[in-house]
């Protein structure tokens, strides 16, 4: 069983910058595709990022270009780089952890997310 904690949320003016991290303990971290997930008030839990095990990336259209998802394997972290911030951006931001290798996989290990909130 996975465990996930998120960390590094907090309240940013837009066009700053903030960076999440997420400690994954339990299974053998170096194995798994990890994703970032953000649900906003009244709206779906959707992907913004993945990573595959070993570093390919997905990432969503309204992100792409100013989030950037990488990997610590030796310390079974995963970041969320996110610059140049829109109010848009915020949400309660999830890390998840996939039941696979690639970004394609499933996700079924859940962190308790991180609150976001992007000023204007």
């Known amino acids: 069983q996975a465990q996930l904690v998120e960390s590094g949320g907090g309240l940013v003016q837009a066009g700053g910058s903030l960076r999440l991290s997420c400690t994954a303990s339990?299974?053998?971290?170096?194995?798994?595709?990890m994703g970032w997930a953000r649900q906003a008030p009244g709206k779906e839990r959707e992907f913004v990022a993945k990573i595959s095990w070993r570093g390919a990336t997905y990432y969503a259209d309204s992100v792409k270009g100013r989030f950037t998802a990488s990997r610590d394997n030796a310390k079974n972290t995963v970041y969320l780089q996110m610059n140049s911030l829109k109010p848009e951006d915020t949400a309660v931001y999830y890390c998840?952890?996939?039941?696979?290798?690639?970004?394609?996989?499933?996700?079924?290990?859940w962190g308790q997310g991180t609150q976001v909130t992007v000023s204007s």
């Open positions: 339990g299974r053998t971290f170096i194995s798994y595709a």
């Open positions: 998840a952890q996939g039941t696979g290798a690639t970004i394609t996989s499933d996700y079924n290990y």
